[in-house]
């Protein structure tokens, strides 16, 4: 029966009809209509040739990319904290945090980028844990400690340095500028794409830490322990679950991410300021909960926080192609979308729910 | 005798502030047995069982198991050493699938990763011990809470327990269910597992119990074999007293022409209840019998606006004179009705009654505070005697008013939950399930204060899933069958066989009584 393919397709159907997975189908379904419109407007798919703008390239996406893997690298971290049910507001701080250390360090100070790199992951790898040990063991909400956590970074921040620093560093220059075209077979030869589309340095980071992403959470206990605990805390600790030790780790991951975004944003923009990424935090939140994450915990995939920065990061390149719109158009295309997908998950649970009362109506229907 | 016994817990003490809970308890167990422990709320069977997890730690005493002292420091500890635990409320993770929720914790590892295939195997395994044919790879919100339970049930069993506790694992299961659970307690019992079994269901007990313990007042009366002791003689050793002037509760009667209190015609809103009328006249007694999802509750909701109509009315008569409403006899909302005299203690106690950290005196002068608005608070004072009055009046085990409500027993919490709504001096005051999940001893008192109010000209509409108590106190009886009334009986024909035939097959089957 293993081998038999048949089984083997209907295995796959059940596990991809999964009701578990319907908030990942509908960031897809959304993104997929997004990019459809882009297309149709904008692209190969435009009734006028001359509104073709090239929105079907691949260039369009890897400059989504480059543009936002730092929002990605830490929102795969945030999906950890949501999960567990709690939430950091220190994220885009810490990230910032980085940037003046790495940016101070080498250019005002002369350290090697290395050692400043390593510093900056000491500290916010250290910061994470603390908090995660003051919300767990103080029983102190995570808003407020995170809370703390972020104007204890950005204070110091503006300590070091209220000034923007442009940071010459050969170091940083080599990996800022370090890139590989992409290329494909034309008429039997290896050519750059047209136009040119690269992966940076930024791009590869992130794609890494998606994957040790979906690794811990979906491959280890560590990951199944922060399901467990957003899905009730209490129960986790029942059944024996290192709950204290789990919350630790995660904000501690947590604060490595940041760190990591704070690195990744840093090469993309080649200089320290105490106020960069300001509300940054908010939009690392929101790629998670467009990307299906539930705020009140238990429910989430890095998968989904994939399609959700990617779906979050389409509207401004669109609003870039359409040429004429404002900016700021973009927050309110991103606010439309989270108040979209904010509706949706109140219909998912509750139709669970109605679900399980179906189900245990005909449980209780079996009498005698 | 000893080197027989699997668990031995010898002179448990634990004492707690203001109260010793537990007095030099022996507890014995040999393998391969299933035994009771029994006592009324309060008596201290939760203490010993959290003594034996781990959750609380003995101030004195010896605790056995196998042969070897342990002291338990945790649940995770005790149930590395072989004693896991299900609780009453599902203790699991509904975002879980069914089968990760087993193996949670202890997952099968291969090469670095958790093996699914072998985890979603070995659950589809356990669960079809256990008669299910589920998909355990659908999350375990999806299931009902019956399936939950023997879930959490699969999961103590699976990780290899010397002992396994249950704590009322049967309070949300229908019958079948039940006998579905007693089937797997045998066979776990044939594998040599000790299994403590914790249940308010005295019938359980005798169905499947080897030996029982019995509890009172944290000491131990005694241990018994099954064959050696009555039902009878068994709830006089946990009431301490004799049950016979507590089952000698006369119903209270109501002389023909006695004016309607409350009269419902045709109420309903849709997807909830369809259509119901009923009438409740004062001083009367009417019992909701039905199974849980019959539409009991879904009525008084009904009743006490917490769901809208949306057709029918509902009439008060010959109340309201402390109402603010002049003439308008309409329930709007659940504080509308409140003024109006009705008073509804709702069914889940944990979530909708009991506010856990507020003190004894704050959970009983809520609804009288409510009642009087926030702009006349109370007075400390005023406050004190109400919450001394009914502490004295029920009978609540307390050292004192200021005790927070979560510290004290099931059954004590609910006579707080009373007092709360008899303060407001409610003339229809409906009780939805006021006597789950507590003893014999607290049922009774409950029982006995409601047909006390009655005396006094209180109606009350009483829902439980218990026939035997519904029979006991009722005036009349409604029966709940799909959403929709199907008999009423009263007097002779308010008979156990009776309910149970129009429950299980409508009211045309026993006779057409509606």
Known sequence: MENNTNSRWQRLVKKLTNPKYIMVYATVGILLLIYLFGSIAYGNLASDPKSNKGFNTVRTITTLFVDNAYLGISAVGMTFVLITGGIDLSVAAVASLTGMFIAYGTTELGINPWICIAFSLFVGVGLGLLMGWVIHYLNVPPFITTLTGMFLARGVCSLISAKSITISNDVIDALAGWKVYLYHLKDGEWVKIKPTAYINFNIILFLVVLLVGIYLLQRTKFGRNVYAIGGNEQSAKLMGLPVGKTKVLVYGFNGLCSVLAGIAFTLYVKSGWNLSLQGGELDVITCAVIGGTLLTGGVGYILGTFFGVVLKALIPSLITFQGTLNSWWGKIATGLLLLLFIFIQKVVVSSSDANRKKNSQTAEKRIT | ?514
């Open chain 2, 1 to 514: 005798m000893s080197e027989n016994n699997l668990l031995e817990m010898r002179q448990i003490e634990i004492q707690f502030p203001g109260v010793k809970a537990l007095d030099k308890v022996d507890f014995f167990m040999r393998p391969g047995e299933i035994h009771s422990l029994l006592g009324e709320n309060g008596a201290g069977k939760s203490t010993l069982i959290k003594c034996l997890t781990g959750v609380h730690h003995k101030d004195a005493g010896t605790i056995i198991l196998d042969g070897k002292e342990i002291q338990p420091q945790s649940p995770q500890h005790a149930m590395e050493m072989g004693i896991s635990t299900v609780y009453q409320e599902v203790n699991l993770c509904p975002n879980l699938t069914v089968a990760e929720n087993i193996f949670v914790g202890r997952q099968p590892m291969k090469h670095g990763q958790i093996d699914w295939r072998t985890i979603n195997r070995r659950a589809r395994e356990l669960m079809a011990r256990f008669r299910m044919d589920i998909d355990v790879t659908r999350p375990l919100s999806y299931f009902s809470t019956a399936i939950q339970q023997m879930v959490a049930i699969a999961r103590a069993v699976d990780v290899k327990a010397k002992i396994l506790i249950l704590d009322e694992p049967t309070s949300s299961l229908d019958d079948n269910e039940v006998q579905l659970l007693f089937d797997v307690m045998r066979d776990l019992r044939a594998e040599g597992m000790g299994i403590i079994f914790i249940t308010h269901f005295l019938d359980q007990v005798f169905a499947i119990s080897d030996r029982l313990t019995i509890l009172r007042n944290g000491c131990l009366v005694g241990t018994y074999n099954i064959q050696d002791i009555t039902k009878v003689e068994l709830v006089t050793q946990m009431v301490g007293k004799d049950m016979d002037a507590i089952f000698n509760l006369k119903r209270p009667d109501v002389a023909p022409g006695t004016p309607d209190r409350l009269t419902a015609t045709h109420i309903g809103s849709p997807g909830k209840i369809d259509d119901i009328s009923l009438n409740v006249r004062e001083g009367e007694l009417i019992g909701f019998a039905g199974l849980l999802g019959s539409g009991r509750t879904e009525t008084a909701e009904l009743l006490f606006g917490v769901t809208h109509l949306s057709h029918g009315t509902i009439v008060l008569t010959g109340i309201g004179e402390n109402a603010k409403q002049k003439g308008n006899k309409k329930i709007k909302n659940p504080y509308d009705a409140l003024t109006k005299g009705l008073a509804f203690c709702p069914e889940d106690r944990k979530r909708d009654g009991i506010i856990s950290d507020l003190s004894i005196r704050e959970n009983i002068a809520l609804a009288v505070q409510a009642r009087k608005g926030f702009l006349h608070p109370m007075s400390r004072r005023e406050q004190n005697a109400l919450a001394d009055k009914y502490i004295a009046e029920l009978g609540i085990a307390t050292p004192d008013a200021e005790k927070k409500i979560g510290e004290l027993s099931g059954g004590n919490q609910q006579k707080v939950i009373l007092a709360r709504w008899m303060a407001t001096d409610p003339r229809v005051l409906i009780l939805d399930e006021p006597t789950r999940g507590i003893d014999v001893g607290a049922k009774a008192e409950i029982q006995r204060l409601m047909l006390e109010m009655c005396e006094k000209g209180v109606s009350i509409i009483f829902i439980s899933s218990e026939l035997d108590e519904i029979i006991r106190c009722s005036t009349r009886i409604i029966v709940m069958r799909d959403r929709k009334k199907v008999a009423e009986l009263d007097g002779e024909n308010c008979t156990q066989e009776k309910i149970l035939t129009i429950i299980a097959e409508g009211a045309e089957a026993a006779g057409g009584v509606a």
